[in-house]
């Protein structure tokens, strides 16, 4: 996705030889963040200090525990001739653990430094070919760190339901409504129908983007009822995603559904600013990102879905394809819809997620 009015052009410039100006617009909050993790004081070593600071923001351990606990094991920090420069010694019997066991960090075949690189340009959605290329990572590398902080934040954004009591959730379909919102001037074909909705409640609007999958379109099976196939899978969504006592509002195409209020009938209640907002206004962000995943879902359809399913292809191959489609768009949609609602200082969040996810405390350190 192309930078919103949430970030800012890079005007900062690291003061350290680990820092280079990034080929990226981010977010002064962010950035100031990595910068003061990268600083070099020029006391110790620079992957020292980085261990030190990470350990005191949470994302390492403090303290870990010797394998074989003997009575006079006591595990310290100590310099070493391994990537991180530092690792976990054991001064009773010597036994030696990586740094950053017990912490998100384990296992990746990187330095500690580039997975904050990575973390920093996935929080400031920049492509990942850009950011690997531009911090030496390798690609299955920056694919795993990328992946788990889709996870994370899809996991984080499925937690919170749109929505409740004397709030008003309105629900659009997409591709659906672009002929009454705004002219569709693409050549990119929509795959996949969307499923709206958005959370007046916040300013800025709060939304669930959820992809279709009971499309006959999309599963090839013409013996079944399309409009019973749509307002069950509608149903269901709502149920799911919103708070009990939310007025849900209908659009024009979304299928009537019980206890809800169609967009005609609210309207009428609105003044003309309102009217206006409630017809188009609301969307926007949301059409950008409908609009932005038909790239990922054109690609999907093709070559770039791993069961090699390929454009123009019938039955259950195209099945086949269309379903690994949706589930790529839907991943999207998510992530990128929990980053939409943090501005600058989403760097400081997702940290905080990731050590309350993957760091590994002591007892004393609970305590």
Known sequence: MEADSTTYENTYHANTKVADSLPFTICPGNYKLYQDFIEDNVEKNIEYQIVERLQQFGLLPNTVKCPSSNPDCNVVCKVARVIDRVQWVCAGCGKRQPIRIGSFFFKLQCSILQVLQMTLAWCEDVDITVALQHFDVKPKVAISIYDRLDELAIKELNRQKLGGENSVVMAEMYPDCLNRLSPDTTDQPHVHRILMLADTKHISTYYRLHVIKGDPKNLHSDNMDDDEIL?????????????????????????????????????????????????????????????????????????????????????????????????????????????????????????????????????????
Request: aromatic share 6%.
């Open 231 to 367: 307002k069950s899978e509608v149903e269901m969504v709502l149920s799911n995603m919103t708070e009990p006592g939310s007025m849900i509002v209908l659009g024009n195409n979304v299928p009537s559904i019980d206890g809800c209020v169609s967009y005609q009938n609210l309207v009428q209640h609105c003044d003309v600013d309102m009217q206006r907002f409630l017809s188009s206004r609301v969307w926007r962000q949301a059409l950008t990102l409908c609009a932005a995943s038909r790239d990922l879902c054109v690609a999907g359809t093709g070559a770039g879905v791993a069961s090699g399913a390929n454009v123009g292809v019938t039955g259950a191959g195209a099945g086949v394809g269309a379903a690994a489609c949706a589930l790529a768009v839907q991943r999207y949609l998510d992530a990128s819809l929990y980053r939409l609602r943090y501005e600058d200082g989403f760097y400081d969040h997702i940290l905080k997620l990731i050590s309350a996810e993957f760091t590994e405390t002591s007892a004393s350190d609970a305590n």
